[in-house]
Nanobody, 133 residues
Framework: EVQLVESGGGLVQAGGSLRLSCAAS????????IGWFRQAPGKEREGVSCISTRDDNTYYADSVKGRFTISRDNAKNTVYLQMNSLKREDTAVYYCAALRLPSFVHTSFVGIYFFGRTDFDSWGQGTQVTVSS
């Protein structure tokens, strides 16, 4: 069973930075996408970013491109989301998620596949990110 433990949320002023961590365990293959969703009050869940364990390719929502960077440390089994130039509209609960990738999902479509799924192998508990003006 895949387990995810998040950390790193908090309160930051607009323009500031935060780094989220997602410690993962229990993977049964080398073919997963691990990433982040967020949900603000009254809004739908939004895919933010993910990384493929096949090849470390990364994928981003347009709203965070150029500001957020996802990476992973294999030795620590941890995925990071570095968030820079934070805006008030980034305020949300951020959830880490893991999804096993079927072999038919081409590298070019991993991001679309991940952001569009609901049947994830595991979700983190969520961490609050609040950006003040």
């Amino acid at each position: 069973e895949v387990q995810l433990v998040e950390s790193g949320g908090g309160l930051v002023q607009a323009g500031g930075s935060l780094r989220l961590s997602c410690a993962a365990s229990g993977f049964t293959s080398d073919d997963y996408a691990i990433g982040w969703f967020r949900q603000a009050p009254g809004k739908e869940r939004e895919g933010v970013s993910c990384i493929s364990t096949r090849d470390d390719n990364t994928y981003y929502a347009d709203s965070v491109k150029g500001r957020f960077t996802i990476s992973r440390d294999n030795a620590k089994n941890t995925v990071y989301l570095q968030m820079n130039s934070l805006k008030r509209e980034d305020t949300a609960v951020y959830y880490c998620a893991a999804l096993r990738l079927p072999s038919f999902v081409h590298t070019s479509f991993v991001g679309i596949y991940f952001f569009g799924r609901t049947d994830f192998d595991s979700w983190g508990q969520g961490t609050q990110v609040t950006v003040s003006s």
